[in-house]
């Protein structure tokens, strides 16, 4: 099991961290307590579809149960846990604006003061701090540029990307998709709904899909938007976007936004991207 230890101070970015290694395919676990996680790894390693990456959040919200933080560690080292521990902190006033805006009190604020609280917790995890392998300072940081942070700490020598593009077919008279980025009308194009020898088929046969795609108007969209679509992926990537979703429409959804949508598919795989494919109202 590879895991990941993130910590640090409160209002540093951690929610946001952990739901980056989400994206990359960890097994997430908030305010573990650290007695807790040599129990938790043996029933990963022991499940019949054991755990390979996990993560878990340990700060100072444990209170009481967080003690013996190195014996934890100790403990993941002898059942053969590769981990790295991420630190976050942020300056004092970056804190204390985050919570004046969330309107949160400070979880180890008991005088009502954030600044104690923050000064209170910091000394709470400096030993944690100590044994860090990545410590990040949150201050000016966007979430994207965190998330590229995390990204190039846990795998420094390779590109990582779980970006993904749903392509997807829908009709109008059905409601148009709303979580879509981006929706194209294929109305334009000639409908085989009109031909009784396609009427009963779909955009997924030969046939219909052939029939769709031969007009000329097919074939300048397909490359007209393949080009505007490879130059736009890269700054959805760049802003920490993990999936977006391209929308076909059609009147009721069954041939022409099929047939498109399986073509645009096709292209955007042949460039290497992962795709996957949702014929809604087929």
Wanted: overall charge neutral; charged content about 25%.
């Amino acid at each position: 099991m590879d895991a990941v230890i993130v910590t640090g101070v409160s209002g540093a970015g951690k929610t946001m961290a952990v739901h980056c290694l989400e994206d990359l395919g960890y097994y997430c676990v908030d305010n573990m307590p650290p007695a807790l996680i040599k129990d938790f790894v043996r029933l990963a390693m022991e499940n019949s579809n054991p755990v390979e990456r996990a993560a878990f959040v340990m700060d100072g919200r444990g209170r009481e149960f967080f003690q013996n933080v190195k014996g934890s560690l100790e403990d993941l080292k002898d059942m053969g846990v590769n981990y790295k521990i991420l630190f976050l902190e942020a300056r004092d006033d970056v804190l204390i604006r985050r919570y004046k805006e969330s309107r949160r009190a400070h979880p180890m604020a008991k005088d009502g003061s954030i600044s104690s609280g923050i000064a209170a917790e910091k000394e709470q995890l400096a030993e944690l701090r100590a044994l860090a392998d990545s410590v990040i300072d949150t201050s000016g940081m966007k979430t994207a540029q965190l998330n590229t942070t995390i990204k190039n700490i846990l795998y420094p020598t390779k590109e990582v990307s779980d970006f993904t593009i749903t392509v997807a077919s829908f009709g109008y008279k059905h409601g148009v998709p709303t979580e879509a980025d981006m929706i194209w009308d294929m109305r334009f194009l000639p409908n085989p709904y009109y031909l009784s020898s396609m009427r009963h088929l779909t955009g997924n046969s030969r046939k219909v899909s052939e029939y769709v795609l031969k007009a000329p108007e097919a074939q300048l969209f397909l490359e007209t938007m393949h080009k505007l679509a490879a130059a736009i992926i890269p700054s959805y990537i760049r802003e920490g976007k993990y999936n977006m979703m391209l929308a076909f429409g059609c009147t009721g959804g069954q041939h022409r936004s099929v047939a498109m949508a399986n073509a645009f598919a096709d292209l955007l795989e042949a460039d290497g991207l992962q795709v996957i494919r949702i014929h809604r109202d087929l």
